[in-house]
């Protein structure tokens, strides 16, 4: 019975956790029911014994472990409780602390890719805003630019219509002013007019003349009358030309004449030089030499003649050398 007594020597039992080799608690030997009865009431109750699978003494892989099987045992033996401080992790702790964090890391990921999608499409609608923005802001200024051209174009047009206006009044008052200025030197030209006429019709006749005093009153009258015009190829009351007033005029001191200026410078009277021209003389214009004549004038003496001249000057007095082309001879009738 002594192999009885003695304590079974304890088994070794690989630590997987740490790769070491510890000690298994020895089985208890039998005794009597007395002694059994005392040592469980001292020690714990005894624990069934498992036995890890033998493996190689080696670093176990730090992802995934080999499942442990539960070994086999003849007799299940009291196992004493081990201290809090000397007991190693078991092994099956660090087998599934590599799967947890696998699982822990994915959400981790999924957060990650979370926010970066959330910045990316913050970033996109920033850069969205920040377009539309400044579209509204580039639409503001075009406005604004297109406003301030209309408020220019409409100053200028209103410059433009005052400097119009301005112009068109100064026009009208500067063709007021013309106007009454024309009609101020035409009185004082017909006052000359008179005052000739009159000095003419003063002077004294001479003796080749007094025959035809009844003729130059008859022409001065009708050239101070100004409802007598010129008329070219007119024979009267009102409207004459040259060679109809000198043969009306002449009619009135009883001397018949041709009617054309031609005619007159060729017809009965004598030819006289210029310069021993007397009153009631004829005085002709000619642009060939004296081979036709286109203009005819009584000579009143002191170098004045009276003529229906053309339609814008009408019948009127003036100088001797105001008939252009005159030719050297006249005619006295």
């Keep these: 019975e002594e192999p009885q007594a003695l304590a079974a020597a304890p088994a070794a039992v690989p630590d997987e956790a740490t790769g070491s080799t ?22 714990p109750a005894p624990e069934p014994a498992t036995e890890p699978k033998p493996v190689a003494v080696s670093t176990p892989s730090p992802v995934k472990a080999a499942p442990e099987e ?51 499409a913050a970033a996109k609608t920033a850069r969205t805003e920040a377009a539309n923005a400044q579209a509204v802001a580039d639409r503001k200024v075009a406005a604004a630019a297109a406003e301030r051209a209309q408020v220019a174009a409409d100053k200028k047009a209103r410059t433009e219509a005052a400097n119009a206006q301005a112009a068109a009044d100064q026009k009208a008052r500067t063709e007021a002013a013309n106007a ?3 009609a101020q030197e035409r009185e004082r030209a017909a006052a000359r007019k008179r005052a000739k006429e009159k000095t003419a019709a003063q002077a004294a006749p001479s003796s080749s003349g007094s025959s035809k005093e009844s ?50 410078a060729r017809g009965s009277g004598t030819k006289v030089p210029l310069n021993q021209l007397k009153r009631g003389d004829l005085v002709f214009s000619t642009s060939n030499g004296g081979a036709s004549f286109y203009h005819v004038a009584i000579y009143l003496g002191g170098g004045q003649v009276v003529h229906a001249r ?7 007095t003036t100088p001797l050398s105001w008939v252009n082309n005159i030719y050297s001879y006249g005619m006295r009738y």
Aim: hydrophobic letters at 30%; a positive charge.
């Design 22 to 43: 510890s000690l298994a608690p020895a089985p208890q030997p039998k005794t009597k029911k007395s002694s059994q009865a005392s040592v469980a009431a001292e020690a």
């Design 70 to 120: 539960p070994a086999r045992t003849e007799t299940p033996k009291p196992k004493p409780k081990p201290a809090a401080a000397s007991t190693p992790k078991p092994a099956q702790s660090k087998s599934t602390t590599a799967p947890e964090k696998t699982q822990a890391s994915s959400p981790a990921e999924g957060r990650s890719e979370a926010r970066a999608a959330e910045k990316a």
């Design 180 to 182: 009454q200025a024309a």
């Design 215 to 264: 003729a130059i009153s008859w022409a001065l009258g009708t050239a101070s009358d100004d409802s007598n015009y010129y008329v070219y190829g007119a024979n009267g009351p009102n409207a004459w030309d040259c060679s109809s007033f000198t043969q009306k005029a002449f009619s009135k001191s009883g001397i018949s004449l041709s009617r054309t200026s031609s005619q007159q």
């Design 310 to 316: 053309n339609p814008s000057s009408g019948i009127s």
